[in-house]
Each structure stands twice: as structure tokens, then as C-alpha cells.
């Protein structure tokens, strides 16, 4: 006898064995899967707060009198929109100033060059000296030496005039107002303070037993308190040294750009990742809530039984279960078909469980 002809009844065995889970998948008119142990990431969470990126204090360039503020606090400002205007009838006057010293300069130079260019086709003809040559040209030299001069004057003043025009560095929102309306200002003077909302970050003191872990896995989401769904981080930047009166360590969880709903000052959950588990998980699908209560239908057989669980966090489209469901155990993935079908059992001479 072969040996493939010696399997042959342990082949129908397992076929016997499997074939009324076949048709019991086969009859039923929702879709199942089965209670899967998967490895997932260990969490520690923890508090923090959201701070701005960045935030800073915009303060004057240039010496004048306050002439116009067009933003207050709490206001909105686009990157690039003006806030402060300061009174700049001297920077005009220093910039016409120093307009008519280049065309001076320029004209200088014209001369210069036309003289040069004569010098220099008479002594090629050698009927001028060469002490004469070398004049000519020194003169050219230092007439396009003051003409450099005179265009970086001019750059130098539209500079100082465009600083009587205070613009925004980012978009953002104004925290205080330095100066009021009419108020002599000189450099440095602080103008306004504000922050952007368009990068954010978290601000998590970090127990000493716990940097290890987050320093490998560099992996963290914040929890937001109102229950929306977490934001995985951009990246971590972890302080290198303790707080020598409490032993923490100061991270910082950046948020990506632009994110919604958060604010700086809250106060949000974050959940750093320091391992990983095995845990028992489901597809989102099959959980149904009944207010306050989370159940799945479990399958067994050809009979649905509600049952209650207690969900952890989710993952993706997988959800955790914490308690009431055992790895190898059949649910539906659609809980109205499933409980439709569970009122239909008593009909069909089927037990049920409640």
C-alpha cells in the first residue's frame, strides 16, 4: 500500500471533522472571523500639555512713532500681514537722500569712464604719459568705488523704510500688545507676542524607570480627552539630563503640522510606547455598543449568542479586548445582521443564549 493510500482515511477524517463548520459558515447570512492573539505595542501613559512651536515677540527695527496698529489680542494674523505701522517721514527723507547720491555717483562715473576710454586710446598711441594713464584710471577707480557706495546706501535705506511697516512672521494668534498708539519706539522695542497653531507639541514629564523604553521605541500618540481618535507623533526630542529635584525627564511630542482641535495649554493623555504584548483583538466591525455596554455576537456552530466585552484601544481597523473573549472564538463582523438572525433562532427551533 502506498502511502498516500495509508493518509486516505485520516484525510477523511479532517474532512468530516471540518465539514459542518463549512456549512455552518455557508448558512449563515453574515460574515464571520475568528479571535485572532496578535502582538501588540506596549503603552505607558502619561499627562501633558500642548505648547506652540513657535512663539515668539516681534519688536521694532527701527526708531519712530507708532502711526497705526492693526491687530489687538486674541486676533488672527496671516504670515505676512502688517501689525504695526510707524511713522516714516525720516526714512523717506534718508531714502531720497541717498537716491540723489547715486545719481550723483552715477553721473561721477559716466565721467569718469569717458574720460578714461579717451586716456587710454591716446596713450596706446603713446602721446601721453603713463603717470597720466594711471590718474585717469585711479579716477575711474574711485568714482565706481562711490557709485557701490551710493547703491548700497540706497538698499540700506529702503531697508530701514520697510521697517516702518511691522509684518507678521507666521500665522497665528496675538497674545499681547507692547505698545499703544502714538508711543515712541527705538530698536528693540517689543511690538507684539504671539503663536502659531500650524506646529504643535506635547510637553510630558517622563518617570526615570520609564526614559529607558521610550528613548529605544521612540513612539508615542496623543489621546485627546474629548475621545476623538489619537495622532501618532511626528517625532520625540528627549532631554538628555534630569530634573535634579524630581527625576523626570522632559519630552517633547511633535504633533504634524496643522492639527485640528488642539490648542495650547490643554492638557492631553500621551501614550508613549516601552514594549510589546500579546493581546486578543477583533475587527472594528463586530463591536456593537449598546450605550455603555460593548458586546460582540459570538458564533458557535450555526447559533449567535450576544455576549458583553471589554474593548482596550484600537488599532487600525482591529479593536482590543480585554475580557470576555477567548483566542479561537468565531464573531460576526455585522452585529445588525447578527442580532436579526439571533431573534430568528427561537423561530427555527434553535437555542440561544441571553
Not at 587710454?120 to 568705488?145: F, H, I, P, W
Not at 508711543?183 to 517689543?190: I, L, M, R
Request: aromatic letters at 6%.
Amino acid at each position: 500500500m502506498s502511502t498516500s493510500i495509508r493518509a486516505l482515511p485520516f484525510l477523511i477524517h479532517s474532512l468530516l471533522a471540518i465539514l459542518p463548520a463549512l456549512l455552518t459558515a455557508a448558512e449563515l447570512p453574515f460574515p464571520v472571523a475568528e479571535v485572532q492573539l496578535q502582538t501588540l505595542p506596549d503603552e505607558q501613559v502619561l499627562d501633558g500639555v500642548i505648547e506652540a512651536v513657535n512663539r515668539s515677540t516681534v519688536s521694532a527695527q527701527t526708531a519712530g512713532r507708532v502711526e497705526k496698529i492693526m491687530v489687538d489680542v486674541n486676533d488672527f494674523v496671516s504670515q505676512g500681514a502688517p501689525i504695526v505701522r510707524i511713522r516714516n517721514i525720516e526714512q523717506r527723507a534718508g531714502l531720497e537722500q541717498a537716491q540723489a547720491s547715486l545719481r550723483e555717483a552715477q553721473a561721477r562715473f559716466i565721467e569718469a569712464d569717458a574720460e578714461y576710454k579717451r586716456i587710454r586710446g591716446v596713450y596706446e598711441k603713446r602721446l601721453v604719459s603713463k603717470a597720466q594713464m594711471d590718474s585717469t584710471t585711479a579716477t575711474l577707480n574711485a568714482a565706481k568705488a562711490r557709485l557701490e557706495a551710493a547703491e548700497a546706501g540706497v538698499a540700506q535705506a529702503k531697508e530701514s523704510l520697510g521697517y516702518t511697516i511691522v509684518n507678521a512672521p507666521y500665522s497665528g494668534i496675538v497674545l499681547e500688545r507692547h505698545v499703544e498708539l502714538g508711543e515712541s519706539v527705538q530698536p528693540g522695542k517689543p511690538l507684539m507676542t504671539g503663536f502659531s497653531l500650524d506646529e504643535l507639541r506635547v510637553v510630558v514629564n517622563v518617570p526615570q524607570r520609564l526614559i529607558g523604553p521610550v528613548r529605544r521605541y521612540q513612539q508615542a500618540r496623543v489621546l485627546p480627552l474629548d475621545g476623538g481618535p489619537s495622532i501618532a507623533a511626528e517625532k520625540l526630542t528627549l532631554f538628555p539630563y534630569a530634573d535634579p529635584q524630581s527625576n523626570v525627564f522632559k519630552v517633547r511630542v511633535y504633533l504634524p503640522e496643522k492639527t485640528e482641535n488642539l490648542y495650547p495649554g490643554m492638557f492631553v493623555k500621551t501614550a508613549f510606547r516601552v514594549g510589546e504584548d500579546q493581546r486578543l483583538t477583533v475587527p472594528r466591525t463586530a463591536l456593537a455598543q449598546r450605550g455603555e455596554v460593548s458586546a460582540v455576537y459570538v458564533v458557535k456552530h450555526d447559533q449567535a449568542s450576544l455576549r458583553q466585552v471589554r474593548p482596550g484601544r484600537i488599532e487600525g481597523d482591529q479593536v482590543e479586548i480585554l475580557a470576555g473573549l477567548d483566542a479561537g472564538e468565531t464573531v460576526a463582523l455585522d452585529p445588525i445582521q447578527a442580532g436579526a438572525y439571533l431573534k430568528e433562532q427561537p423561530k427555527n427551533g434553535g437555542p440561544h443564549d441571553e
